[in-house]
């Protein structure tokens, strides 16, 4: 079973930029889709970006499609979350998710319990 553990979070001003890591223990990364979710106090769990196992075919959700990127290393065995242009909207706790079972992209409908492995999360705030 693999392991993950999102890092680079923290409080940046709108319009700024965090780059978020989740690194991957335990197994090679490069063995599961990887999926971003984020979610803010007092509101569902919401699908980000997903990215397939090579690297190769990525989706976003309307709401960071221009803003975000996801992108992995396989030979770091981590994969990242680039987030530009900031709005304080983007506040959340977000996680990442790996799913042994697919090797594509998520259109964001996968359920919860179908991924193999999630991390803690790492907080970002963005001010005003």
């Known amino acids: 079973q693999v392991q993950l553990v999102e890092s680079g979070g923290g409080l940046v001003q709108a319009g700024g930029s965090l780059r978020l890591s989740c690194a991957a223990s335990g197994r090679s990364i490069s063995s599961y889709a990887v999926d971003w979710f984020r979610q803010a106090p007092g509101k569902e769990r919401e699908f980000v970006a997903s990215?397939?196992?090579?690297?190769?075919?990525?989706n976003y959700a309307d709401s960071v499609k221009g803003r975000f990127t996801i992108s992995r290393d396989n030979a770091k065995n981590t994969v990242y979350l680039q987030m530009n242009s900031l709005k304080p909207e983007d506040t959340a706790v977000y996680y990442c998710a790996a799913d042994g079972r697919r090797w594509g992209v998520s259109a964001g409908t996968q359920g919860r319990r179908e991924y193999d492995s999630w991390g803690q999360g790492t907080q970002v705030t963005v001010s005003s």
């Open positions: 990215i397939s196992r090579s690297g190769g075919s990525t």
